[in-house]
Nanobody
Framework: YVQLAESGGGSVQAGGSLRLSCAAS????????MAWFRQAPGKEREGVAA????????YYLDSVKGRFTISRDNARNTLYLQMNSLEPEDTSMYYC?????????????????????WGQGTQVTVSS
């Protein structure tokens, strides 16, 4: 039974920071492209950041570049998203996702349908 469990969400003021974690169980994320997506009410789910299977390449949504950092610890079977300088526009449910068909992320975050394992999400709320 594969499970991706996100944690670390919460409520912060604009300019604050949060660190999201995604712990995998029943599955080894080693070598798989991993990503964070987010979805706000009434909006499409969008890719925020992705990281290749062994961490050599990372990709970001333009609006989070320079503020968010994706990383992974394959030994701990965990994915992270460090979010700094948070803005009210970052308010969303954040999901981690695994793409088991490719370690290379195909040169970008990719589309939602390309990821086959998903977590349940963790809420991030940023107030102004």
């Amino acid at each position: 039974y594969v499970q991706l469990a996100e944690s670390g969400g919460g409520s912060v003021q604009a300019g604050g920071s949060l660190r999201l974690s995604c712990a995998a169980s029943g599955y080894s994320l080693r070598g798989d492209c991993m990503a964070w997506f987010r979805q706000a009410p009434g909006k499409e789910r969008e890719g925020v950041a992705a990281i290749s299977g062994y961490g050599s390449s990372t990709y970001y949504l333009d609006s989070v570049k320079g503020r968010f950092t994706i990383s992974r610890d394959n030994a701990r079977n965990t994915l992270y998203l460090q979010m700094n300088s948070l803005e009210p526009e970052d308010t969303s449910m954040y999901y981690c996702a695994a793409r088991t068909t490719s370690p290379y992320c195909s040169g970008g975050i990719g589309a939602r349908y390309q990821y086959n394992y998903w977590g349940q999400g963790t809420q991030v709320t940023v107030s102004s």
